[in-house]
């Protein structure tokens, strides 16, 4: 009786939770995507963001309008950032460290490009200028990643820019990313791996 | 001669010397041998006396029984007859434990063949010894899916699910181990419960309302795990399980001993553990990538038993590591569109069948420790004290990037538990009429800290009471109860800064009960009462047709809101919404009425049921309309609908039937079941979700004849057709109902006992061991189908085919019942 009541102590004592861990293991969480627009003629670039800022929580997050001058070329770059803690952390580092496995994808009424096919509501042309031998050792087919891409707008107009980050890693040994995604997503087929960010955003060309 | 005729007529003209005075008395209590519960209205017959009857506790009492070795038969019409010797030389007394009849014959279809006596009201449906075997192997959830009125409602991680009793899920039924409620994080719709089914000796499902003796929550019903119960005589005794699964290619493994020694009276151990591994499940045509499961259990149990007292101390643990499948994947609203409609999971091609669990996985481990007294006060009653302490720590783990290593989700839940019920002895009203009590009076105390990087449900502190009486009025063929109950409530929910901002933010906080923290959080404190009735009566018309009953239940009872219906604040996984809480939700009031009919004889069992609950103020999760301020949300994922819980009245009304047809003296037996849930929002009209779909089974067994070394042999077959749900919301869901399907299972089994039994009293029993085997099919057909109760509907079908094979070994090694010196001549 008495070993046993020691035995039960002990091992009442020495329960742990599954797996011990420290606290800072949990994952970030993209509150916000940026995007700076760098005209080809080498004026002030324009920023819009989607911020989050309670993360997925109750508060919806908002969108930054974003105005940009028909008839440009613009270098669009992608930022992921979590602003919930102190200092802020810049996600798009641990994109690039996985870029085999991320892909951001362009589409939305008012693009044209791989994952969108053209339609008489296009105002803007959507390339990608980015490859994933940019960013570390690549193995396989060097695909873009879409972090750093070219829109070039038409004539003045308005409608919807959608960015979708996607992160596709590895399933069973076999990449999960691989080339024509996009224009899978274009034909309207259902593409691997989970959608990480998808924001809208109300794109308004005006001639200037 | 003379000397002859002298010593003959001394000794016959001698006196009867003391010792055959036949004023024995021979006294005892019949127990039924799987439940250890007390046989009322059992049979007891010493020599050819006339039969004398156990009364409400089961206890007989046999007076002026002469000295000597007498012929003991124990019978009730659902209990195997027991047959001994008694060997009678002074007061006698002697406990009999007796082995139920009608649901040992039963495989699949499990029809209550109701006990003559009505000590006991609750409309219990109870598997245990062969029946429960027929389980092992299988979890909690689908051991019990058998039962008539019990759906599963399945979670896509390594085959988990939970179970759903008359369209009521976990937030409404309770899990009770070892007559403890059953603590984890219930309101996850993906949380499977945290009980090892291998521990069980028998598991009893109670259909309906039984808020009165369990709590206010057990709405739906209540599934009571109970372990075998302890051994009363030296020796020991074991159970041993092998069972492999095809498809998944599991195995498992279980052991449980149990020991007493005659030096050591009252005082008996047990030990047990089991392990269990299994790779990713198959579909008939891709793999459920990353479904495998790994868990492991491990109890223990001391308990010292006497008449008058008893006290056991046990503990347990149990853990388990279970994959979530990858098809289950977190999307924007549109991708799940799509994904949904392509009707295969992207990139099925790529899933294997491997054991390595990767991310997403959940991680739980369940500790249960009880202390538990019994003390008999005299001929007032039973009382006992129960306290039991419960940790439930749950990690889930996501996919995440850059070398990120632990849980994305901590849920840590300690439970304390404390309960005193007070069982009164039968009190003679009349010369047939009896009156039975149960008293009793319960808390719980809560103390749960969630951690992670999202919010989802605060922290919180939680004290819970009740208090409760049952009275009981059994005559002889008619039984009427009626129980009160009162529970309170005291909930402190402490939010963090960002959860405390997002909810004033959005005007979803009670101002009056919240306030905020000097650290920017907030504090609410909730408290809520409510008061439960019921009223049961059980009537058995016809005097010569004891085994037909008619039973009728009506109760009323109040569940207080869970914290995720209070204060619930993130996304769901998997499914692409946001999920809102409302602290201004109230007790949900439930009036259920059930009506009940069986019958059993030699020919047929029957037994059908038919209910209706109205539930006011139904806290029901349900899409805030899309065109009101906050029925949509962007998040960083795209525009999400608002899903949130509000309340608003339901009707749920449906039906069970059984039937068995057995007739005597024929190897064949046919059996049939259906099952039907129905439930309506009454305000909108509309149909709830999740609601299972109408079932239908039939069956067919075969009996081998017995056999000295094959008993029990049986093989059969059953066909079930499980309907598509006609009834449902498009709003409140993502996809319409899944067709209907057919399934066909087919079992066999034998038992081969390793001993010739011994029948002679007061000699040391052989060790009595026996072999099971079993074989089950399910789904043999292959046929490709989804569930509507299973959340893997909206990404990939169920597993296909499988073959569960099972070796039970149990073992019994009786102590010799007193040393006999070996006579030299």
Redesign the interface.
């Known amino acids: 009786?008495k070993i046993?009541?020691l035995?039960?102590t002990s091992?009442?004592a020495a329960?742990t939770?599954?797996?011990a861990?420290?606290?800072s293991?949990?994952?970030?969480?993209?509150?916000t995507?940026k995007l700076t627009f760098a005209p080809e003629d080498g004026s002030a670039p324009i920023s819009a963001s989607?911020r989050?800022p309670?993360?997925?929580?109750?508060?919806?997050?908002?969108?930054d309008p974003l105005a940009l001058a028909a008839g440009m070329t613009y270098a669009m770059q992608v930022e992921f950032l979590d602003e919930?803690g102190t200092p802020t952390e810049n996600?798009t580092r641990?994109?690039e460290?996985?870029a085999e496995a991320h892909q951001v994808f362009v589409l939305g009424g008012a693009v044209a490009g791989p994952a969108a096919t053209d339609s008489a509501a296009a105002i803007a042309d959507h390339m990608y200028t980015d490859l994933e031998s940019d960013y570390g050792a690549n193995t396989g087919d060097d695909l873009p990643v879409g972090l750093i891409n070219t829109i070039t707008t038409r004539a003045a107009g308005t409608g919807e820019l959608v960015i979708?980050l996607r992160?596709m890693?590895e399933?069973?040994g076999?990449p999960?990313k691989v080339a024509g995604l996009a224009e899978q997503l274009a034909a309207?087929?259902?593409?691997?791996?989970?959608?990480?960010?998808?924001?809208?955003f109300d794109l308004d060309l005006t001639v200037q | 001669m003379a000397a002859c005729i002298l010593a003959l007529s001394a000794v016959l003209a001698a006196p009867t010397p003391p010792s055959e005075r036949c004023d024995l008395v021979v006294r005892g209590r019949v127990v039924d041998a799987s439940t250890g519960e007390q046989v009322p209205a059992a049979s007891v017959q010493l020599g050819v006396r006339p039969a004398t009857v156990t009364d409400d506790a089961g206890g007989f009492r046999i007076d002026d029984v002469c000295p000597g070795t007498h012929a003991l038969a124990v019978e009730r019409a659902d209990y195997q007859r027991h047959d001994r010797s008694l060997r009678v030389v002074t007061d006698t007394q002697a406990d009999i434990v007796i082995e139920p009849h009608a649901i040992e014959q039963i495989d699949d279809l499990v029809v209550e063949a109701p006990a003559p006596s009505t000590s006991e009201l609750d409309a219990g449906t109870t598997l245990d010894g062969d029946a429960l075997d027929r389980t092992r192997g299988r979890n909690l959830a689908d051991s019990i899916a058998k039962i008539p009125g019990v759906a599963v409602l399945r979670t896509g991680a390594g085959g988990m699910g939970k179970p759903i009793i008359r369209g009521q899920d976990e937030r409404r039924n309770l899990i009770l181990f070892d007559r403890v409620r059953h603590a984890g994080q219930k309101w996850g719709l993906d949380h499977a419960p945290e009980i090892d089914p291998f521990a069980a000796g028998s598991i009893t499902v109670i259909k309906g309302t039984s808020a009165i003796r369990w709590g206010p929550d057990a709405i739906g019903g209540v599934v009571l795990v109970d372990p075998v119960p302890l051994r009363t005589t030296p020796g020991i005794s074991g159970r041993a399980h092998i069972v492999g699964v095809s498809n998944g290619k599991r195995g498992a493994v279980a052991l449980a001993i149990d020991g007493a020694h005659r030096r050591a009276p009252g005082l008996v151990w047990r030990i047990e553990g089991n392990v269990t591994r299994g790779a990713a499940t198959i579909t008939p045509r891709y793999a459920l990538d990353n479904t495998g499961t790994f868990q492991w259990n491990a109890g223990t149990t001391v308990g010292y038993l006497r008449d008058a007292f008893d006290l056991t101390l046990s503990y347990r643990r149990n853990t388990m590591t279970n994959g979530l499948c990858t098809c289950l994947r977190n999307d924007s609203p549109e991708e799940f569109a799509l994904s949904t409609m392509q009707g295969r999971p992207v990139n099925a091609d790529l899933y294997s069948r491997e054991y390595r669990i990767e991310r997403p996985q959940q991680r739980t481990a369940h500790d249960l420790a009880i202390a538990r007294s019994r003390v008999t006060l005299g001929d007032a009653g039973d009382l006992t004290a129960t306290y039991s302490l419960q940790n439930n720590a749950r990690r889930e783990y996501a996919i995440v990037r850059g070398g990120v290593d632990g849980p994305q989700y901590r849920f840590d839940l300690r439970t304390h538990g404390a309960d005193l019920v007070f069982e009164r002895a039968a009190l003679p009203l009349g010369p047939r009429l009896d009156m039975v009590g149960t008293y009793g009076a319960s808390i719980q105390h809560q103390d749960n800290r969630f951690d992670a990087n999202v919010t989802l449900v605060p922290d919180y502190r939680q004290t819970q009471g009740g208090v409760f009486a049952i009275e009981r009025l059994v005559w002889k063929r008619f039984a009427l109860e009626a129980g009160v109950r009162y529970d309170g409530m005291l909930r402190d929910a402490s939010l963090t800064e960002r959860d405390y901002e997002a909810q004033t933010g959005t005007g979803r906080l009670h101002a009056a009960r919240c306030n905020e923290t000097d650290a920017g959080g907030g504090l609410c404190r909730f408290d809520f009462h409510s008061g439960s009735a019921s009223l049961g009566a059980v009537l058995r018309p016809i005097p010569r047709a004891e085994t037909f009953a008619i039973r009728l239940d009506l109760a009323s009872a109040g569940r207080f809101p869970m914290i995720d219906e209070q204060f619930l604040n993130g996304t769901a996984p998997s499914l692409p919404i946001l999920g809102v809480g409302d602290t201004r939700l109230g007790v949900e009031r439930t009036w259920s009425s059930a009506l009940g009919v069986s019958f059993a004889n030699e020919w047929i069992a029957t037994d059908g049921a038919a209910y209706a609950s109205v539930i006011d103020d139904y806290i029901y999760f349900a899409p805030q309309p899309s065109d009101a301020p906050g029925g949509l949300n962007d998040t960083v994922r795209g525009t999400y609908p608002v899903f949130g819980f509000r309340p608003t009245g339901a009707v749920f009304y449906g039906g069970e039937y059984g039937l068995r047809i057995a007739p005597p003296n024929w190897p064949v037996e046919f059996d049939g079941q259906l099952a039907m849930v129905r439930a309506r929002d009454v305000r909108t009209g509309g149909y709830l979700v999740f609601i299972p779909t109408d079932r239908y089974q039939v069956g067919i067994t075969y009996r081998w004849p017995e056999l000295p070394r094959m008993k029990d042999g049986f093989v059969g077959a059953t066909v079930s057709y499980v309907d598509r749900q006609r009834r449902y919301d498009l709003d409140a869901d993502f996809l319409a109902p899944p067709p209907g399907y057919v399934q066909l299972g087919a079992q066999a089994g034998v038992a081969v006992p390793l001993d010739r039994q011994t029948a002679q009293p007061n000699q040391t029993a052989r060790p009595q061991r026996s072999l099971r085997f079993a074989l089950v099919g399910n789904n043999l057909t292959n046929t490709r189908y989804r569930d509507y109760t299973s959340l893997l509907r909206y990404f990939a079908d169920e597993p296909g085919w499988e073959l569960l094979v099972r070796i039970s070994f149990d073992f019994e090694a009786t102590g010799p019942r007193g040393r006999t010196k070996r006579s030299t001549t």
């Open positions: 009786m046993h009541a035995i039960l091992t009442i329960c939770e599954p797996g861990d420290a606290p293991d949990e994952t970030e969480i993209i509150t995507v989607f989050d309670d993360g997925d929580g109750g508060m919806s997050g908002t969108t919930l996600i641990e994109i460290e996985e979708v992160h890693p399933l069973n076999q999960q309207g087929d259902a593409l691997p791996g989970e959608v990480d960010a998808n924001v809208t």
